[in-house]
């Protein structure tokens, strides 16, 4: 099977960095760990090789915080754009879900919950692409 | 003589952002809490969006004594200064620190780290402000 790569923002300073962050570990570690690899941002922008692979091989999913999008931009530096992203500040405003800034550095029961929530989106779009590759 | 501007003699303190490695989450955390508990005297500035072009992030790293720390032998963080141009940085080599300290993160998760790797993240708390203390003399000298 071939597997899908997913990089996150990693915003330190928004709450949205940190649900992005704990939403991409339950889909690794948890949800579809036989089909995804987790790509690293600040290493991709660096060309190292591990993470550079990733995103020339796999499909690639940005999990993105912001309209700053910063995986995609960093992608597009590298030369290559993710086929499918998600917004989570999107996700969470549509859904009037609204983690405490105060959880930053330890996600509460809310942002526990958004981050499942988002979690399971993702995972939802990670089988999409792996029927379409089959 | 003018008065020194407390804004400009703050410390840019730029963390690994990675996510691969238990080591990201704990620098991850051991800055969120020295920035809480020194506002005054610390910027945080994100890598992955100072990375991405940002332009305030960038502006910061230029302006302010910069202090990156980095999670692994990759050191994307001093990577990211030279590409930007960034030439007043420290780093803080975090394998190096877990070394000296004799500090092992087996057992200690990604996605929780939990209360051992939360006392690392407290060492490595202790750690940022002992550089900015050198930074900030340096700055006022």
Redesign the interface.
């Known amino acids: 099977m071939r597997k899908v790569c997913l990089m996150t923002c990693s915003a330190l300073t928004d709450v949205v960095g940190s649900v992005a962050r704990r939403a991409v570990y339950l889909v690794v570690e948890e949800l579809r760990p036989e089909c995804t690899v987790l790509g690293c941002l600040p290493a991709t922008n660096a060309g190292v090789k591990e993470d550079m692979d990733y995103i020339r091989d796999y499909p690639t999913i940005a999990v993105e915080g912001c309209n700053r999008r910063c995986v995609s931009v960093v992608m597009q530096k590298k030369g290559y754009r993710p086929v499918l992203i998600f917004d989570v500040g999107e996700y969470l405003a549509r859904g009037g879900i609204q983690p405490e800034p105060g959880e930053i550095k330890e996600l509460g029961s809310v942002g526990k919950e958004a981050a499942r929530l988002v979690a399971q989106k993702v995972a939802g779009l990670v089988d999409t692409l792996v029927k379409e590759e089959q | 003589m003018p008065k020194p501007n407390p804004e400009k003699q703050r410390v840019a303190l730029m963390?690994?952002?990675?996510?691969?490695q238990v080591i990201s989450t704990v620098i991850?955390?051991a800055?969120?809490?020295a920035w809480?508990e020194a506002s005054d005297r610390i910027l945080?500035?994100?890598?992955?969006?100072a990375?991405?072009?940002?332009e305030d992030e960038i502006q910061n790293l230029h302006e302010h004594p910069v202090l990156a720390v980095d999670g692994c032998l990759?050191?994307?963080?001093a990577?990211?200064l030279d590409?930007i141009g960034v030439k007043d940085y420290r780093v803080l080599f975090a394998p190096e620190t877990l070394a000296k300290r004799r500090l092992s993160l087996s057992g200690v998760s990604?996605?929780t780290l939990g209360e051992k790797g939360r006392k690392i993240a407290d060492v490595f708390k202790g750690e940022i402000f002992l550089i900015l203390l050198e930074v900030g003399k340096r700055v006022k000298e």
């Open positions: 963390p690994c952002g990675g996510i691969g991850r955390r800055s969120i809490l809480e945080l500035v994100n890598s992955p969006a990375a991405a072009g940002d990759e050191r994307c963080g990577k990211l590409e990604r996605s």
